[in-house]
């Protein structure tokens, strides 16, 4: 591989005598990685199914290491959204942000989604995830992929740090910034990025990540954590950026991420080839030691940089914009009573025929704790809608919580969204298929299905090995397959 050559001379004076070691790792293969979706089943459960050979990502709960000769896309286990597919070192960052169940989460450059669907896993339907991109193309693929996840509790945006802000003055618990930047721990893996390099260099993007963190530093709320990453070895964009966040925001502060040896023996991860933050790089304050770098010679994948960081003070509580419940989106409440209407009724009686037969155990959505649906109805698609949305009047929302279907003449049809974040005993009509029956590829390839046993009319939940798929209809004898087609396999 020849890099360019200003990259070389940079990286031998930064490394010093382990340049050498560093260099010797272009000449081996990238590490293939894939993420256990926790949202559907334990990293153990996991392992008893796997169809192919993986290994544990020492320092990923639920990570683990392919054979980059297989093809883990190829089977239904990936459309049934049981993992993600994702370099090992970038699955780090999600994994060092300290979510708790419940908390407001921000994923500002959040596509194509490996962040996110982590962070919505780690929620468990709990809270809400915000997750944004300013690229709509690039926020298309974060949210096919935070619906193949099953996530319910999302709210997936396209727009400019600047204008999230105007929205979310101190709203967040928890902020993600996988920020845009230079790749250069991603020469090994594609080389192409190489060239983008050379055109834009460190500049461009050091630019780009000031302004992003500057406005994600005045969305967090004081006593919150905000986590910053690339996957750059540039000290410019790491370190730097850091040292100009401190300057800008005295108030905020680089904490160590690493948990401490006997949780680490607990949860039984390892850190072992963790490199530490470099202050003397950029003249920085002594605090940028907190910092993390994941080096190529050091842990078996591409590189990584990490900074944790907490904005001091406690949130006063007050009643702002952003938590007002006087909203302007539209929300309804279908009241869970032996009647099936109620004032303001927006739901056709065949919509609420079909959702009263969903069984969703998600605590903000359970009938037994919360005796409320809240939803909002656009365009005649039905939405369930996390807790605690601001106004979001006048941003470009790709998806507003889980979208349950649509509302058509004397009928409602059921979302692949809806389907693919059920579990199967979340509803009663279930058609189960075997992963190795040519059945479920021709499900998802979007073909008629050959069923031999005898079934009522009406909807079925089409699922794996136990795991859902997506939606079918049986009417009079025939199967007519509702998987998504835009999501069908190739």
Request: glycine share 8%.
């Amino acid at each position: 591989m020849n890099l360019p050559k200003l990259f070389e001379d940079r990286m031998r004076n930064l490394l010093g005598d382990e340049y050498e070691e560093y260099l010797s790792c272009y000449h081996k293969p990238h590490f293939g990685g894939l993420r256990v979706n926790t949202l559907k089943l334990t990293p153990e459960e996991f392992e008893d199914i796997c169809p192919f050979s993986i290994q544990r990502i020492p320092w990923i709960q639920n990570g683990y290491y392919y054979d980059t000769d297989m093809q883990p896309a190829k089977h239904p286990y990936y459309y049934a959204g049981l993992y993600y597919i994702q370099e090992p070192s970038a699955m780090t960052p999600a994994s060092l942000l300290p979510i708790e169940k419940g908390d407001k989460v921000l994923d500002i450059c959040a596509a194509p989604g490996g962040k996110s669907t982590e962070l919505g896993a780690r929620l468990g339907g709990e809270g809400l995830l915000v997750s944004n991109d300013i690229s709509n193309s690039r926020a298309k693929a974060l949210l096919k992929n935070i619906e193949l996840f099953g996530i319910r509790n999302a709210l997936v945006l396209s727009e400019a740090p600047n204008k999230l802000y105007d929205y979310f003055p101190e709203y967040f618990d928890k902020i993600l910034i996988d920020a845009p930047c230079s790749g250069e721990g991603m020469f090994r893996k594609s080389p192409a990025i190489m060239k983008n390099w050379e055109q834009y260099g460190v500049e461009y993007y050091n630019k780009l990540q000031k302004e992003i963190i500057h406005f994600a530093a005045r969305m967090l709320k004081p006593g919150g954590y905000m986590l910053y990453s690339t996957c750059t070895f540039s000290p410019e964009e790491n370190e730097g950026t850091i040292s100009y966040l401190l300057e800008e925001f005295p108030e905020f502060r680089v904490v160590n991420a690493i948990p401490d040896e006997a949780t680490c023996k607990k949860l039984n991860i390892s850190y072992d080839g963790f490199d530490y933050g470099k202050p003397e790089w950029v003249n920085g304050k002594n605090e940028l030691k907190n910092c993390i770098r994941l080096w190529p010679h050091r842990i078996d994948g591409e590189g990584h940089f990490i900074a944790l960081l907490k904005k001091d003070g406690v949130y006063n509580g007050k009643t702002t914009a952003s938590d007002a419940d006087d909203r302007n989106i539209q929300m309804k409440s279908y009241k869970q009573t032996g009647s099936k209407k109620s004032d303001n009724m927006m739901l056709s009686e065949e919509a609420i025929e079909f959702l009263d037969d969903i069984k969703l155990t998600n605590l903000m959505f359970d009938p037994s704790t919360n005796p409320l649906k809240n939803y909002a109805v656009h365009n005649e698609k039905v939405h369930l809608m996390p807790a605690g949305l601001p106004d979001i009047k006048g941003l470009r929302i790709l998806r507003q919580g889980l979208l349950l279907g649509e509302m058509k003449k004397q009928r409602f049809e059921p979302s692949q969204a809806l389907g693919s974040s059920l579990r199967k005993n979340e509803y009663d009509k279930i058609i189960n298929l075997d992963s190795k029956d040519m059945e479920a590829i021709k499900y998802l390839k979007c073909e008629s299905l050959n069923l031999n046993e005898d079934y009522k009319d009406g909807w079925y939940l089409i699922c794996v090995d136990g795991y859902s798929l997506g939606w079918a209809k049986l009417t009079k004898g025939n199967f007519k397959n509702k998987y998504l087609p835009g999501w069908r396999w190739v």
